[in-house]
């Protein structure tokens, strides 16, 4: 069973830096584009970054463009958001999702097949 797992979320002022981490098991991510995506209490889930499979291609949401960085380690099979310069507006759940079609990355979230649960990223002081 394909499960993607989130982690490094929490409390933070603003002005601090996080780094979110996905993490799978039964799936190659070196195979997949990996997205995040948040949502925010009573708003719609939003695209914030995605790489594609091969590593070469990367997308970022305007809101975040300049504060924050997706990377992938192929080995340890695991994608990574680090996100610098953190604003009350970030405060969000955020989700990994992987495409394993080896297609153009999207910032759509109906490209994504598999999902993670989420992890809680609250910014205040």
């Known amino acids: 069973q394909v499960q993607l797992v989130e982690s490094g979320g929490g409390l933070v002022q603003p002005g601090d830096s996080l780094r979110l981490s996905c993490a799978a098991s039964?799936?190659?991510?070196?195979?997949?584009?990996m997205g995040w995506f948040r949502q925010a209490p009573g708003k719609e889930r939003e695209f914030v970054a995605a790489?594609?499979?091969?590593?070469?291609?990367?997308r970022v949401g305007e809101f975040v463009k300049g504060r924050c960085t997706i990377s992938r380690d192929n080995a340890k099979n695991t994608v990574y958001l680090q996100m610098n310069r953190l604003k009350a507006e970030d405060t969000a759940v955020y989700y990994c999702?992987?495409?394993?079609?080896?297609?153009?990355?999207?910032?759509?979230?109906?490209?994504?097949?598999?999902w993670g649960q989420g992890t809680q990223v609250t910014v205040s002081s």
């Open positions: 039964a799936l190659t991510l070196s195979n997949c584009a």
């Open positions: 790489i594609s499979w091969s590593g070469d291609v990367i």
């Open positions: 999702a992987a495409d394993n079609r080896k297609s153009t990355i999207s910032t759509r979230m109906e490209a994504y097949g598999y």
